[in-house]
Structures are given as structure tokens and as C-alpha cells.
């Protein structure tokens, strides 16, 4: 049984801010600790086309309106806050509104 499955609920078309277990690198050449945008909930295996045995049981997909993208792995987010707009400015968060 999936994450989703399980009851995961992150409301679909919310801002969230996603904090993550570690420092993570984006394009930009930014290195960031959270994310903040509205991100889609998905298997593993609609990004990658298979299901690593031993992995997570759900991804983030963060894209914001500029077209960058982000992928998080359900294990690696710490912590999940509902926000409201321009609530949260921080150099080591990714905004991807």
C-alpha cells in the first residue's frame, strides 16, 4: 500500500512549504534546505518508469510557472506547512511558485 493510499494529504492547488532532511543543489546552483510551491503528489515509478525496491512510495513535484522543476522523495521531507502568499522569504528556501 502506497503513501497515498495510506491517507496522505497534501491539498492539491495549496502553496506549501516543504523543509527537507538535507541540503539539496537546484539548477540555479543554489543549494537549499525547503521548497515552497504547489507541488503534485506521484509514484516513483511515473518519474523514472520503474519502482526502486527499498524506496520511497511517493514523490513531490514541484513546477512553477517558469517552467523549473523539482522532484522530492517522500522520504526526504521533514516537514509539510500549508501557507499563505509571500509568507515565506528565505535564502535557503527554492521558491518555485
Do not use: N
Request: glycine fraction near 12%; include cysteine; charge should be neutral.
Amino acid at each position: 500500500m502506497s503513501s497515498t493510499e495510506k491517507g496522505l494529504k497534501i491539498p492539491e492547488g495549496k502553496l506549501v512549504l516543504i523543509t527537507t532532511d538535507d541540503w539539496f543543489s537546484h539548477k540555479d546552483g543554489g543549494q537549499y534546505k525547503g521548497v515552497i510551491g504547489k507541488p503534485e503528489v506521484i509514484k516513483p515509478e511515473d518519474l523514472i518508469g520503474f519502482h526502486p525496491k527499498g524506496s520511497t512510495d511517493w514523490m513531490l513535484h514541484f513546477k512553477s510557472y517558469r517552467g523549473d522543476e523539482l522532484f522530492v522523495a517522500g522520504c526526504r521531507v521533514h516537514y509539510v506547512a500549508i501557507v499563505d502568499k509571500g509568507q515565506v522569504a528565505h535564502k535557503d528556501v527554492l521558491d518555485l511558485r
